[in-house]
T-cell receptor, first 111, second 113 residues
């Protein structure tokens, strides 16, 4: 079963624009993580936000978490062609001991 | 450099054949995981192990088997009972508990001959 669902499924933007993607989940969580996957490669961890945090920044990345709405967003500012990838959210459920990944958002940044 | 090595990168399976995917890590992580990824989809957990000589089924364990005899190694066998094995298989490791970020290998793409 998939805990996290990303929206939109695909996103196409021009270089320099911002990209925003959302993740919704169903059960209580300990933390939520975002990962990036380049085509044909493994996932790379981007950022982890704990359930008691509301916002976190890492370079051009900004993540928010709203536990009352069971949702998170990932914002990539001033996008670059190298940001072209799929982005996945993953939740660490409070009652479990494993990560559950969403279906991902495919981002295309056009030069 | 520390990391996770998956081999082979591409693998072909004949009807009725078992195949084994290799996953080795030198990150000194106790926990290791196997995921399956179908085209355009997210990751689904097959098996995970939090310590040597112990492992648990994930969400889609049927048709797969694993072993964890060494901390560094977590091989996955795709058995002939797995009727739809064509997928991209990803191995990951982390420091337990699962709250910690996972480090991934670059995957093995398995296809049917």
């Amino acid at each position: 079963s998939q805990q996290g669902e990303e929206d939109p499924q695909a996103l196409s933007i021009q270089e320099g624009e911002n990209a925003t993607m959302n993740c919704s989940y169903k059960t209580s969580i300990n933390n939520l993580q975002w990962y990036r996957q380049n085509s044909g490669r493994g996932l790379v961890h981007l950022i982890l936000i704990r359930s008691n945090e509301r916002e976190k920044h890492s370079g051009r990345l900004r993540v928010t978490l709203d536990t009352s709405k069971k949702s998170s967003s990932l914002l990539i500012t001033a996008s670059r062609a190298a940001d072209t990838a799929s982005y996945f959210c993953a939740t660490d459920e409070a009652a479990g001991n494993k990560l559950t990944f969403g279906g991902g958002t495919r981002v295309l940044v056009k030069p | 450099d520390g990391g996770i090595t998956q081999s082979p990168k591409y693998l072909f399976r004949k009807e009725g054949q078992n195949v084994t995917l290799s996953c080795e890590q030198n990150l000194n992580h106790d926990a290791m995981y196997w995921y399956r990824q179908d085209p355009g989809q997210g990751l689904r957990l097959i098996y995970y192990s939090q310590i040597v000589n112990d492992f648990q089924k994930g969400d889609i364990a049927e048709g797969y088997s694993v072993s964890r005899e060494k901390k560094e190694s977590f091989p996955l066998t795709v058995t002939s009972a797995q009727k739809n094995p064509t997928a991209f298989y990803l191995c990951a490791s982390s420091i337990p508990p699962t709250a910690q970020p996972q480090h991934f290998g670059d995957g093995t793409r398995l296809s049917i001959l």
